[in-house]
């Protein structure tokens, strides 16, 4: 969309307890974020109180009345990697819903099915596949209609996740990119090599695994809806830490195997890279995912706010603001 002749376009968060809204202006080359805003869902006033929220977030974003780009997400939406003959583009789907069992894909009858060339040769074409379940379409699509917005593109959040990686991250030759997006109920976790398919996992947990957790331990928890305020224990050891143990050990096993079956099955080669976004609220997070891989490094923290130009305030001022914002900002790139 333009506006005076600028390239405008807003990704749309909606989380499970926050509303996230970006915008950006420019090229995917030259972006800025010029709107931000996080505003949190009332608990208990269902899709009513996640339509005010989404009205506020995007008037504090100054993007009230503009076309977005939202997400439906899940483990019940398929992404899917695929390897097809040299199909012409019109085609494509046509041989996917035929063979969409072959492919673990849903048929049309229970599901909405979309797809994109990403690479074609005289042998074969390389396509990007996702099958999504059409109640799950159809519930964001009344959510966005009861609060009066105009969708611009409807994507999937994993893929908005692994766009902005991909833009921030910036995917050498042998590398493995293994990047975790920490989530209010779930985390994804997404790898992709230049040798490999990009898979996609859903892992069942998140911030509110973390939160739970905290609070059975009596410590004082920051907020999973829209915390302001972080643990001041800043120790690798104590009450925070034995507390979020078992839930970040759970999240360092579902990434060792799904590395291990990712490098067994596509790219024995390449050096892996570990990002992390999302919900970073505890202090340490970062080491004890760290410590528990065994890594000689710690993850790389994906922040849209220090990898490109802000003309505007962020929406909140914790400073895992930047880091939340990630799906949002890979919304907003698909549409520059």
């Known amino acids: ?39 949190s869902i009332a608990a208990g006033g269902g899709g009513t109180a996640t339509a005010q929220a989404i009205h506020a977030a995007l008037a ?36 996917l819903e035929l063979q969409h069992r072959e492919f673990g894909l849903l048929p049309s009858s229970e599901g909405l099915l979309d797809a994109q060339v990403l690479r074609r040769s005289k042998k074969n074409c390389l396509v990007l596949a996702v099958s ?35 833009h921030i991250g910036r995917l050498e030759p042998r590398e493995l990119l293994v990047a ?15 040798q490999g398919p990009v898979v996609v996992r859903h892992l069942d947990a998140g911030a509110s695994a973390i939160v739970e957790q905290l609070r059975r331990a009596g410590v004082a928890v920051p907020n999973a809806r829209a915390p302001l305020e972080t643990p001041r224990e800043d120790v690798d050891a104590g009450p925070v830490a034995e507390a979020c143990r078992g839930v ?63 003309t505007a305030a962020q929406g909140e001022t914790n400073e895992s603001a930047g880091p939340e914002f990630v799906q949002a900002f890979g919304l907003a790139l698909r549409a520059l």
Not at 2 to 21: N, P, S, T
């Open 1 to 39: 969309m333009k506006i005076f002749g600028r390239q405008r376009a807003v990704g749309l968060d909606i989380g499970a307890g926050v509303v996230r809204a970006l915008v950006l202006e420019g090229t995917p080359g030259k972006a800025r974020i010029t709107g931000t805003a996080g505003v």
């Open 60 to 95: 504090q974003a100054h993007a009230d009345g503009e076309p977005v780009v939202a997400a439906v997400g899940g483990p019940d939406v398929v992404v899917r990697q695929l390897t097809l003959p040299p199909l012409p583009t019109n085609r494509v789907l046509q041989a």
């Open 132 to 166: 999504a379940p059409k109640p799950v379409v159809e519930s964001r699509l009344r959510l966005l209609e009861q609060a009066a917005v105009k969708v611009r593109t409807l994507e999937v959040e994993a893929l908005a996740v692994l766009n902005a990686v991909l």
């Open 180 to 194: 975790l997006d920490l989530g209010e109920e779930r985390a994804v976790l997404c790898l992709l090599s230049k």
């Open 248 to 310: 970040v050990r759970r999240i360092a096993d579902e990434i060792r195997m799904s590395l291990a079956f990712y490098r067994s099955e596509y790219d024995r080669e390449s050096l892996p890279r570990y990002l992390l976004s999302g919900w970073l609220r505890v202090p340490r997070l970062n080491r004890w995912l760290t410590d528990e891989l065994r890594l000689e490094s710690p993850f790389e923290v994906i922040d849209p706010f220090r990898a490109v130009r802000v």
